[in-house]
């Protein structure tokens, strides 16, 4: 996304995000930098303020819940439907490239990684980042394939 500031322009932030780490960079023939980052933790911001040389800083807060690491959520039979779904999406050649490493058995993982890979506005993804139980992400994540695939129909 754009992440440039315009003059005299007001910045807007979300209170939730995704702490992250970069795992890899490249320089693109037309010089633009293609960054690839790894989510680790969800966090909510509890104080937001633009420093002295523009730059926004904010005090947040990480979830305990939502995050790496946490011990996986068992899936049964019921969600075999979206994993199909992730599994498409990650033989895509864009999705590939990531060589995104998916336990296809977690409901943490699927949630997080259709939240992500699915073709919906920026908007209704942080939507679903903003949900913090996993089981109430999942659901969401139904409707919204559900009413695009009534759209498509």
């Known amino acids: 996304g754009e992440e440039v500031v315009r003059e005299a322009s007001r910045q807007t932030i979300h209170r939730t995000g995704t702490y992250c780490k970069i ?69 895509h050649p864009m999705v590939e490239q990531k060589n995104l490493s998916i336990n296809y058995d977690n409901l943490w993982d699927l949630g997080w990684r259709l939240g992500e890979l699915i073709p919906i506005e920026v908007s209704k993804k942080q939507q679903l980042l903003e949900i913090d139980d996993p089981w109430e992400r999942i659901s969401a994540i139904e409707k919204l394939v559900a009413d695009m695939a009534n759209e498509a129909g």
């Open 23 to 91: 795992v890899d960079w490249d320089q693109l023939d037309n010089g633009l930098l293609v960054i690839t980052i790894e989510g680790l933790a969800k966090f909510r911001i509890s104080d937001c303020w633009q420093g002295d040389g523009g730059l926004l800083e904010a005090t947040v807060d990480f979830s305990d819940q939502d995050r790496t690491g946490k011990d996986p959520i068992p899936l049964d039979d019921a969600y075999n439907a979206l994993v199909d779904l992730l599994q498409n999406l990650e033989n």
